[in-house]
Structure formats: structure tokens, C-alpha cells
T-cell receptor
Framework: GAVVSQHPSRVICKSGTSVKIECRSLDFQATTMFWYRQFPKQSLMLMATSNEGSKATYEQGVEKDKFLINHASLTLSTLTVTSAHPEDSSFYIC????????????FGEGSRLTVL | AQSVTQLGSHVSVSEGALVLLRCNYSSSVPPYLFWYVQYPNQGLQLLLKYTTGATLVKGINGFEAEFKKSETSFHLTKPSAHMSDAAEYFCAVTNSGGYNKLIFGAGTRLAVHP
């Protein structure tokens, strides 16, 4: 299947700093990418949907100024957690939709963010 | 709006026993349905999916699921559990066609004991 690479897999930062997480589709073009957040022992909650070259669409309750999403190319989307606080600590997972494969998403390995 | 309900947050079976993980969905349009598996600190791996056609779908690692429209269900089964099947399993639904967001169930943690 198609591969989505997410980096970094783990990041620890101090409160107040910003962290960028990258999500790359390695062998397909991802017109659309989705960012999910997962709290410990819970399900994945969709944060936002990003389409290449346009602004991301955020789910209700997700602060767009805190979670900046950029989808500048068909193979790269980034999530920047700005002014991170301990409550932002979570597991973040991206997924890309393969334009040639209707309906299936391919997931990155996830990034565990810990804010001290 | 679409939603997914997974009955049982924890399921425990003996090695070699039948695995049954339950999933019910709600959708106003024909759904695409998925089962994913997640191992600790990892992303999601697709087990199987239903889009159209045959309602009994077979996936990897011996898993299968049956789409029952009348029951709005998509339960996941495996005839004989293996220790390596211990993981978190998520059922998900999306609109048919296009590249739509997946809505996930709460997940079921499967434990397999000797």
C-alpha cells in the first residue's frame, strides 16, 4: 500500500515553544490530508482537513491559530503547534488520501508530543 | 452526520478462540466502512474495508467483516486468535466516493491470553 511518513516520531518541548510536525506521502499524491489527535487510550479525533494549495478546514473546537496547518504541495503537509502548553501533549497522526484510490486513507506513524 | 459505535472497549479471548469485535454505524448516505489496527505508539494499519459489492470482506491476518445494511453493522471476526493480535482496533466510516474524512469509533482493545 501507499506510504505516509511522519516526522518526528517523538518530540519533547518546553511550554511556550512551537513544534512542527511533517507528513509526507512518499509514493502517491495526496490531494487531501487529514490531521488527527489521539489522547491516551482514546480514539482518533479529527482536527482538520487540508487540501493542497488552500486553507485547512478545522473541526469545531479546534483552534486554528494554535494548530497551523500548511499543505503546500501534493506530498507534504505540516502541522505546527504554536505556543505549546502541557495540555497539547498528545499523539498526532496524519493521513493522506490517494487520488487514485477512492475512499482509502493512508496513515503516518504518528508523532508523540510532550510539552513540559 | 455519521457516527460509529464500538461495543466493548475491552475484549479478552484465549489464544485459538474466536475473535468478535462489534461495530455499528450511522450514516445517511451509503457508507464506506473500515477496520484499522493500532499497535502501541504506532499509526494505523488497514485491516480491511467495505466499499461496494460483496458484503463479506476479507482482510489481512485472517480477519474478515460482514457489512449488514439492515443491522447497520460491520463486525470484525477472526476464527482463531493469535497472541500477536493483541492491539487496539478501530472501526471507521466515511461517505462513499471521494476523499472524505474518516469518523472513528472509540476503539476496542483486544487482549489475547494463553
Amino acid at each position: 500500500g501507499a506510504v505516509v511518513s511522519q516526522h518526528p516520531s517523538r518530540v519533547i518541548c518546553k511550554s511556550g515553544t512551537s513544534v512542527k510536525i511533517e507528513c509526507r506521502s512518499l509514493d502517491f499524491q495526496a490531494t487531501t490530508m487529514f490531521w488527527y489527535r489521539q489522547f491516551p487510550k482514546q480514539s482518533l479525533m479529527l482536527m482538520a482537513t487540508s487540501n493542497e494549495g488552500s486553507k485547512a478546514t478545522y473541526e469545531q473546537g479546534v483552534e486554528k491559530d494554535k494548530f497551523l496547518i500548511n499543505h503546500a504541495s501534493l506530498t507534504l503537509s505540516t502541522l505546527t503547534v504554536t505556543s505549546a502548553h502541557p495540555e497539547d501533549s498528545s499523539f498526532y497522526i496524519c493521513s493522506g488520501a490517494d487520488r487514485s484510490n477512492t475512499g482509502e486513507l493512508f496513515f503516518g506513524e504518528g508523532s508523540r508530543l510532550t510539552v513540559l | 452526520a455519521q457516527s460509529v459505535t464500538q461495543l466493548g472497549s475491552h475484549v479478552s479471548v484465549s489464544e485459538g478462540a474466536l475473535v468478535l469485535l462489534r461495530c455499528n454505524y450511522s450514516s445517511s448516505v451509503p457508507p464506506y466502512l473500515f477496520w484499522y489496527v493500532q499497535y502501541p505508539n504506532q499509526g494505523l494499519q488497514l485491516l480491511l474495508k467495505y466499499t461496494t459489492g460483496a458484503t463479506l470482506v476479507k482482510g489481512i491476518n485472517g480477519f474478515e467483516a460482514e457489512f449488514k445494511k439492515s443491522e447497520t453493522s460491520f463486525h470484525l471476526t477472526k476464527p482463531s486468535a493469535h497472541m500477536s493480535d493483541a492491539a487496539e482496533y478501530f472501526c471507521a466510516v466515511t461517505n462513499s466516493g471521494g476523499y472524505n474524512k474518516l469518523i472513528f469509533g472509540a476503539g476496542t482493545r483486544l487482549a489475547v491470553h494463553p
